[in-house]
């Protein structure tokens, strides 16, 4: 879960955090520090544990502010020495260098009562062409932006998936939940709790399914949404 999100983020800034098979954290940002500190900051309690997954080299710096943390698995597109060095202070932890991993291809292998199946991963890369406006109010290039990374995450959140973005960072992730207007709630809550938006921020959402019912909609507006992506 933790790579396929990341190798389908734009190369070299791509940061994710994941717990459980979760992502709890997702950002993209050219300065490879603040695209971690970024993915941290949408849960931080979750993440204690978790899974960090970078599509970029990880060096000295970085190494630093990640063992600021508990994580069991630290996976990189590479590591120099001195980060090397740095991580492996930490006992029990999995370094992992996915540099050489291609997604291309991939088929995901799934089994239960002496059956195998046998599917193509989900990891294309969205762009405009995969998606089609239906409300009078087109978003412009910078809401789409927001709504197509809210929508890569959100196909690998356990359904029912809601996730919350802000400048392509996630700030609120509701998981796994038999009803989608619970997941609204928790995405809501924890962007709250965590106090990660301000007045004026932008906050843009997605779904993995489409809303049955005008609930969830109406949920997600009031907590200040203001674009919402689903597959419908």
Request: include cysteine; aromatic fraction near 8%; charged fraction near 25%.
């Amino acid at each position: 879960s933790a790579i396929n999100i990341s190798k389908t983020l734009p190369k070299n800034t791509g940061t994710v955090i994941v717990k459980h098979a979760n992502p709890c954290g997702v950002s993209i940002h050219k300065n490879k520090i603040e695209s971690y500190k970024k993915a941290l900051r949408c849960d931080p309690i979750s993440a204690f544990g978790g899974i960090v997954s970078c599509n970029y080299k990880i060096k000295k710096n970085l190494a630093l502010e990640l063992n600021k943390m508990f994580y069991e698995v630290i996976i990189g597109n590479g590591f120099d020495k001195e980060a090397i060095t740095i991580l492996k202070k930490k006992k029990n932890i999995r370094i992992i260098d996915a540099s050489n991993l291609k997604i291309k291809n991939f088929q995901n292998i799934v089994s239960n009562f002496n059956s195998l199946l046998f599917q193509s991963a989900d990891n294309k890369i969205f762009t405009r062409k995969n998606i089609k406006i239906v409300s009078k109010k087109k978003p412009n290039k910078q809401t789409l932006n927001n709504l197509l990374f809210a929508f890569n995450v959100c196909r690998n959140v356990k359904s029912n998936a809601i996730v919350l973005t802000k400048n392509e960072t996630t700030v609120g992730i509701g998981s796994g939940q038999p009803s989608r207007l619970d997941s609204c709630k928790i995405a809501i809550e924890k962007m709250n709790k965590l106090k990660s938006i301000n007045k004026n921020d932008q906050i843009f959402a997605a779904s993995d399914a489409f809303f049955p019912f005008v609930d969830g909609f109406e949920k997600l507006v009031q907590a200040g949404v203001s674009a919402i992506i689903q597959p419908s």
